[in-house]
């Protein structure tokens, strides 16, 4: 019995940093997320009241406007379902290193290719097949511009801001040409509408434009957290993303684990494609998903880069732009737009002063120690 309990102590020991060092990272990160939304919050306070409004009155009235209807819970869950994309595409690009700003173009050419794809289709071909072709058809297209990135990267040394920014206009520009040149009908700038069987259902949400793919977006949630913690290709994901040159002394192929997270990344973000496409608007328009791949960047930061945080990051700034369109008879609409790029800026400004004070405890806990 002492044989086996010194035994067990002996495992256990190793496990005990690890696990007290993880609690500390959650903690951190908390801390991050909290300040964040406290400074918003301040921030956009401040601002009401500078014109003139009780922030008080404000904040109740967008909560309990929102709460009340149906139809703007339905309008939160429709954004929130394309932000928790585009936030994880950011997420698993940084993971790696990477930053992809590269949302907008990838999820452009994803709602092309879908809707495309989706309007080719026979007009009897069943929801079965019809789903399944168009949602690959999704995220073949945002792939195809995250391994774009990726490789330029490793091949040319190009750094993947630059070519995301360069690809996101170039991307529009051919978007904008395909529609006006082959797509657009009759003076509009729609295309045509895909076959009823890729039309995913609507949520019984007082007509809103929320639909069923929540439910991708939901399992994509669950698939990112189980690679990121369970695969080995998670932890070469991070190891790559922490220590390039360690992990390359270990075995790891770098350049290709950079380019697989572009391309996994660019794929995450064209399937936010089902969204609109599929389940809203059922064809490609001109302007469709636009801006969904920078807020993106906001919900992957303030969800701290974990998938669940960035599913509520999501579900946070879907209320504050659903909820601001509630209050606009009270305060301008531009204000919680603004309030989207404070809570960036709080951020930035939170991580190392949140760093710098666990390293101060630390270091008081040693000195006590």
Request: proline share 4%; hydrophobic share 55%; with cysteine.
């Amino acid at each position: 019995m002492s044989a086996s309990a010194d035994s067990a102590r002996e495992g256990a020991t190793p496990r005990a940093p690890r696990r007290a060092a993880a609690t500390s990272a959650r903690r951190r990160e908390l801390a991050t997320a909290a300040i964040a939304l406290l400074a918003a919050v301040a921030i956009g306070s401040a601002l009401m009241m500078i014109v003139r409004r009780s922030p008080g009155d404000v904040w109740l009235a967008m909560i309990a406007r929102t709460a009340s209807d149906p139809s703007k819970l339905g309008q939160i869950l429709y954004r929130a379902t394309a932000l928790t994309l585009t936030g994880l595409s950011v997420s698993l690009a940084l993971d790696a290193g990477l930053f992809n700003i590269g949302g907008e173009g990838q999820l452009t050419l994803g709602i092309l290719a879908c809707a495309v794809v989706g309007a080719a289709l026979p007009r009897g071909t069943p929801a079965v097949v019809a789903i399944p072709v168009c949602t690959l058809a999704a995220a073949a297209g945002g792939a195809a511009i995250g391994a774009l990135i990726g490789a330029l990267r490793v091949a040319r040394g190009a750094h993947e801001v630059i070519t995301s920014i360069m690809l996101n206009e170039i991307v529009a520009g051919i978007a904008l040409w395909i529609g006006n040149a082959y797509l657009f009908q009759n003076g509009t700038t729609t295309g045509p509408a895909i076959a009823p069987g890729a039309e995913l259902p609507q949520l019984p949400l007082a007509g809103s434009a929320a639909n069923v793919s929540i439910a991708l977006a939901a399992l994509v949630v669950a698939g990112v957290w189980w690679v990121g913690a369970r695969t080995t290709w998670g932890q070469a994901l991070r190891a790559v993303g922490s220590d390039p040159e360690a992990a390359r002394s270990v075995g790891i192929a770098v350049g290709r684990v950079r380019v697989l997270a572009m391309t996994a990344a660019g794929a995450l973000a064209g399937l936010g494609a089902t969204n609109f496409v599929l389940g809203h608007r059922h064809a490609f328009e001109e302007g469709l998903g636009r801006g969904f791949g920078f807020v993106g960047i906001s919900a992957a930061l303030l969800g701290r880069l974990h998938p669940l945080g960035i599913a509520a990051a999501s579900l946070l700034l879907g209320f504050l732009s659903v909820g601001g369109l509630a209050v606009g008879d009270k305060v301008p609409k531009e204000l919680t737009e603004i309030l989207q790029g404070v809570v960036v800026l709080a951020i930035a400004v939170a991580v190392p002063w949140v760093r710098r004070a666990a390293r101060a405890r630390a270091r008081s806990e040693d000195v006590i120690a």
